[in-house]
């Protein structure tokens, strides 16, 4: 008898037949038995895996859906192989360790990594996973409420080429001119993207239920699907991308809508939730939020930012700069490579006044116009003796008026 987990190699060229007891071998020639290439089943395939509910049934389709990064199992999810059911699947990953909750696998769950070590030392591990990948059960779930991260952005590449290889074709072509690109999907959207700024009161899933309950269950957003999850965004100044990553919770709204009319249905759930969010962010959670939109008719582009405090980011960023900028100018100014001009302002008595003419290079006085009649008889050559007495003419003066 041939076990569940055991194996059966054949040479090649070979074949074999199975029969219940009743089989006559002459009755036909039997059929032919193709077996599936079990090598190249992928990890990091997201067409392989499958949403299902705590009671291991599958999730029925609704309007929720997962980013492509997402539809492979993150580092707090439960995988769940089928029980008697055979498997090999390849574990390569841009990243040494791949971290889940749980595992299932024939009929048994490990949820400790005392009990995920011993079934890698057992027969059936090194058949059914195989490559550079190394699988960690961590047996602990998310602890934070407004969400975790995914874990799975250094494999985003390899799971867009095994969804795009699997799909037999390169992204689509969308509706709209400059289709959106939510962070952790292969290809771009037709619809709305919101990024939500949160603060420690924040509860992803009690959000979530929220927005599906008043908003997305009415009869008008009919078609339309909401993607929510906690992602990283990489910061950048300047255009220069920064090391450094900043939590944000993201929004993606796409609906069935088509032509000029693709993601307009969804454009509206965004700018209804955006409205949530300026009357009742504080409440919830959220401090921020920024919607961008892209639809049949228009393309992508910020159609709206509510912050939810007093001051708005454009203030603070708008001081900050100022700051510097007055900065910049006394620094410059105080070592010397910035020279202020004078900005002196006249003195309405001083405004009456005629400017006095510019005094001689060399000279430290002033010219009296008063004072400039030469004296009669002087001799510019000679000196005066000291007991001349030397008379000026005053031309402002005029002896006939004095006559009586």
């Known amino acids: 008898y041939l ?3 055991g194996e059966l190699v054949l040479a090649a060229g070979a074949g074999f ?3 219940d007891g009743s089989w006559d071998p002459g009755c036909d020639s039997g059929g032919t038995v193709r077996f599936a290439d079990a090598e190249h089943r992928e990890w990091f395939d997201p067409t392989l895996w499958q949403d299902v509910l705590p009671s291991g049934e599958p999730k029925p389709r609704g309007p929720i859906f997962s980013v492509d990064e997402e539809r492979v199992p993150c580092r707090y999810d439960d995988v769940i192989f089928q029980p008697e059911t055979s498997f090999r699947v390849n574990t390569d990953s841009s990243q040494p360790v791949i971290h889940l909750r749980s595992i299932s696998v024939m009929g048994q769950e490990l949820n400790t990594p005392a009990s995920w070590a011993g079934y890698l030392g057992g027969p059936s591990a090194p058949l059914q996973f195989h490559g550079n990948g190394t699988l960690q059960v961590t047996g602990t779930g998310c602890p934070d409420k407004s969400g975790c991260a995914c874990g799975n952005t250094l494999d985003g590449p390899r799971i867009c080429a095994a969804l795009l290889r699997a799909s037999g074709r390169p992204c ?19 619809g709305a993207t919101i990024n939500l700024d949160f603060t420690p009161d924040f509860d992803l899933q009690k959000y979530q239920d929220r927005l599906v309950q008043e908003l997305l269950s009415q009869p008008k957003y009919a078609g339309v699907q909401m993607a929510m999850s906690k992602v990283h965004k990489a910061q950048t100044f300047l255009g220069i991308l920064s090391r450094s990553s900043t939590p944000l919770i993201q929004i993606v709204l796409i609906d069935d809508r088509a032509g000029v009319q693709a993601g307009t249905a969804a454009e509206q759930l965004a700018a209804d939730i955006m409205e949530n969010v300026a009357q009742h962010g504080e409440a919830l959670g959220i401090s921020s939020g920024k ?4 639809t049949g008719s228009t393309a992508s582009g910020q159609v709206g930012s509510h912050p939810v405090s007093r001051i708005t980011a454009g203030t603070v960023m708008g001081l900050l700069f100022s700051l510097l900028f007055l900065g910049g100018i006394l620094f410059l100014y105080r070592r010397g490579k910035l020279r202020l001009p004078a900005l002196r302002q006249p003195q309405p008595w001083e405004r009456l006044e005629d400017p006095a003419s510019p005094a001689p290079a060399g000279d430290k006085g002033f010219d009296n116009p008063m004072f400039s009649v030469e004296p009669p008889g002087a001799d510019l050559g000679e000196e005066t003796p000291k007991d001349l007495q030397v008379f000026y003419l005053n031309p402002l003066y005029d002896a006939s008026e004095t006559e009586t």
Do not use: I, R
Not at 291 to 294: G, Q, R, T
């Open 17 to 19: 037949t199975a029969f």
């Open 172 to 190: 689509p072509e969308p509706a709209c001119q400059s289709p959106l690109q939510p962070l952790g999907h292969c290809c771009g959207v037709c």
């Open 291 to 294: 919607m961008e939109v892209a």
């Open 3 to 5: 076990p569940l987990n």
